[in-house]
């Protein structure tokens, strides 16, 4: 997890490295948002991010766009790599039964996010001009500043920040005897993810867990490990936030 987390930073350094930002800054950034991550909510987080480089990137608006591109990374890489372990064909219907999916649903999920996502391309089209504008202006100055090698390299290390967390919850599950593939642990740390974006608890907390074991479950790994990593998983997580929100309070006391 401190690797991922070392591994994000240089991303971000990356992000940021038209505006001369220092990497110490960017590594700091993450650090910082972890603790709010996990004892507040990613919302905050994310809100300390765009607040903590505004200084470095001289506006609002840019900020939110280094910050929404390093977010929208992160989930397109854990799509891409999960989406190894899908059935290439959606039709393979035994294979998703296989994983204790119900299809009728499954199908119903992707109708309903086609509409959604249609009814808010029509929203922006027709409503959003206006409000998108100052943003568009922010992301057209940050993309002007990217380079391909940049480009290259934030997606390596993104791809890289989503294995370390696999390989650490993968690692666990082998500790408490379970077995599970690395392929499969990917397509399982996207429904984690994607589950741990609604706000719903503190710090996700909860529902990244029920997530990882009914995950776990699909492929055949017992209640008890499964339970036993979800935990494992978040004590480490929350000693690395923990430390990190500590020497940023002392930071602030000594400055």
């Known amino acids: 997890f401190v690797a991922s987390r070392l591994i994000e930073g240089i991303r971000l350094h990356l992000l940021m490295?038209?505006?001369?930002?220092?990497?110490?800054?960017?590594?700091?950034?993450?650090?910082?948002?972890?603790?709010?991550?996990?004892?507040?909510?990613?919302?905050?987080?994310?809100?300390?991010?765009?607040?903590?480089?505004?200084?470095?990137?001289?506006?609002?608006?840019?900020?939110?766009?280094?910050?929404?591109?390093?977010?929208?990374?992160?989930?397109?890489?854990?799509?891409?790599?999960?989406?190894?372990?899908?059935?290439?064909?959606?039709?393979?219907?035994?294979?998703?039964?296989?994983?204790?999916?119900?299809?009728?649903?499954?199908?119903?999920?992707?109708?309903?996010?086609?509409?959604?996502a249609a009814a808010g391309g029509f929203f922006l089209i027709v409503r959003g001009r206006r409000i998108?504008?100052?943003?568009?202006?922010?992301?057209?100055?940050f993309a002007s500043g990217l380079s391909i090698f940049r480009d290259f390299m934030a997606v390596v290390l993104t791809v890289l920040t989503q294995l370390a967390i696999v390989a650490m919850v993968f690692i666990l599950v082998l500790a408490f005897g379970g077995e599970v593939g690395f392929l499969e642990l990917l397509l399982i740390m996207l429904i984690v993810f994607v589950a741990a974006f609604f706000p719903i608890s503190i710090g996700s907390l909860g529902v990244r867990e029920g997530a990882m074991v009914i995950g776990l479950g699909w492929f055949g790994v017992g209640t008890a490990v499964a339970v036993s990593a979800a935990l494992v998983s978040?004590?480490?997580?929350?000693?690395?936030?923990a430390a990190a929100g500590a020497w940023w309070a002392l930071r602030r006391k000594e400055g």
């Open 17 to 116: 490295s038209s505006f001369r930002s220092p990497l110490r800054l960017a590594l700091e950034v993450v650090l910082v948002s972890t603790f709010f991550n996990n004892f507040a909510a990613s919302v905050i987080g994310d809100g300390y991010r765009i607040s903590a480089i505004k200084p470095a990137t001289g506006s609002w608006q840019t900020s939110t766009i280094v910050i929404l591109v390093e977010r929208l990374l992160g989930l397109l890489t854990l799509l891409l790599l999960g989406l190894v372990r899908v059935p290439l064909v959606i039709g393979d219907f035994e294979a998703l039964q296989s994983w204790s999916v119900d299809v009728d649903r499954l199908r119903y999920a992707i109708v309903g996010l086609v509409i959604a």
């Open 132 to 141: 998108l504008e100052p943003v568009l202006t922010a992301a057209r100055q």
């Open 234 to 241: 978040r004590v480490l997580m929350y000693a690395c936030a």
